[in-house]
């Protein structure tokens, strides 16, 4: 077995040039540890529920037209049931060609959104983009479920 005796002049040691990263390592784990125990603190679950909309509704037309998405998803303009696929037709006929018109849109709350979604995208596919949602007006400071049983008011486009 052999060994190097270092007999040099004076105590001096050779100079090491290489990182030595294992104080580096600690550091980085521990701030890991720190962030993996933190992050969970930092988000909060909170139950919220939204209150009913009490603005202003703005005033009607002389003759609304109202498009109603039923809550078997069959779809009525006015009175009158229409097919999917004769929408833009009996649009046309209850505006007059006037794709400016305002559409008034009810939603029974039976329907899911994306089914709603569906039948706003066929809106904008037959070119009526000026949609207005409709709901029932809610007196200030009521629950929802004690909203006013008239007429449906328009919401704020």
Same mark, same amino acid.
């Given at each position: 077995?052999?060994?190097?005796?270092?007999?040099?002049?004076?105590?001096?040691?050779?100079?090491?040039?290489?990182?030595?990263?294992?104080?580096?390592?600690?550091?980085?784990?521990?701030?890991?540890?720190?962030?993996?125990?933190?992050?969970?603190?930092?988000?909060?679950?909170?139950?919220?529920?939204?209150?009913?909309?009490?603005?202003?509704?703005?005033?009607?037309?002389?003759?609304?037209?109202?498009?109603?998405?039923?809550?078997?998803?069959?779809?009525?303009? +006015?009175? /009158?049931? @229409? !097919?999917?696929?004769?929408? $833009? *037709? &009996?649009?046309?006929?209850?505006? %007059?060609?006037?794709?400016?018109?305002?559409?008034?849109?009810?939603?029974?709350?039976?329907?899911?959104?994306?089914?709603?979604?569906?039948?706003?995208?066929?809106?904008?596919?037959?070119?009526?983009?000026?949609?207005?949602?409709? +709901?029932? /007006?809610? @007196? !200030?400071?009521?629950?929802? $479920? *004690? &909203?006013?049983?008239?007429?449906? %008011?328009?919401?704020?486009?």
């Amino acid at each position: 077995m052999a060994a190097k005796l270092h007999t040099g002049d004076g105590d001096d040691l050779p100079e090491n040039h290489e990182i030595n990263v294992t104080p580096f390592i600690d550091v980085i784990l521990v701030l890991l540890i720190i962030f993996m125990v933190a992050a969970p603190l930092s988000t909060v679950d909170v139950a919220v529920d939204l209150p009913a909309s009490t603005a202003q509704p703005h005033p009607r037309p002389d003759k609304p037209v109202y498009f109603t998405v039923k809550g078997d998803l069959g779809l009525a303009l +006015g009175n /009158e049931d @229409v !097919p999917r696929d004769g929408l $833009a *037709a &009996a649009l046309a006929a209850a505006t %007059a060609g006037n794709r400016d018109t305002r559409i008034f849109l009810r939603a029974d709350k039976a329907v899911p959104y994306g089914d709603l979604m569906e039948v706003m995208n066929l809106l904008r596919g037959a070119g009526y983009l000026k949609i207005a949602l409709v +709901g029932l /007006e809610a @007196v !200030p400071g009521a629950p929802a $479920a *004690a &909203a006013s049983p008239g007429s449906p %008011a328009p919401a704020a486009p």
